[in-house]
């Protein structure tokens, strides 16, 4: 068992930055890759980054540029720094974990509780 908890949500000023991290604990032996997905206002949930215990990043093409994801898998540990940041943008993010690239990028194993990020003026 896998347990993902994220923190560092809240609220900014559109245009600004913000971090989320998210730490994870228990069978890390069946963790390779972390990553985020994120869900806005009745929309679907959308995977923006992933990250392998190897240090590659994989973002999905709407995020690349503006959102930068880092971390220690082996650690259990993995950040997502948000630059740029736009009203479109206001979702819940969900730190992600999985065996394999292809399972975050799919149908993740493991799913934390989500953080708010609330960008508003």
């Known amino acids: 068992q896998v347990h993902l908890v994220e923190s560092g949500g809240g609220l900014v000023q559109p245009g600004g930055s913000l971090t989320i991290s998210c730490a994870a604990s228990g069978n890390m032996y069946r963790v390779n890759v972390m990553g985020w997905y994120r869900q806005a206002p009745g929309k679907q949930r959308e995977l923006v980054a992933a990250?392998?215990?190897?240090?590659?990043?994989t973002y999905a093409p709407s995020f690349e540029g503006r959102f930068s994801i880092s971390g220690d898998v082996a650690s259990g540990t993995v950040t997502l720094q948000m630059n740029g940041l736009k009203p479109d943008d206001t979702a819940v993010y969900f730190c992600v974990s999985g065996l394999t690239l292809g399972t975050v990028l799919g149908n993740p194993t493991t799913w934390g509780q989500g953080t708010q990020v609330t960008v508003s003026s």
């Open positions: 990250f392998t215990r190897g240090g590659q990043p």
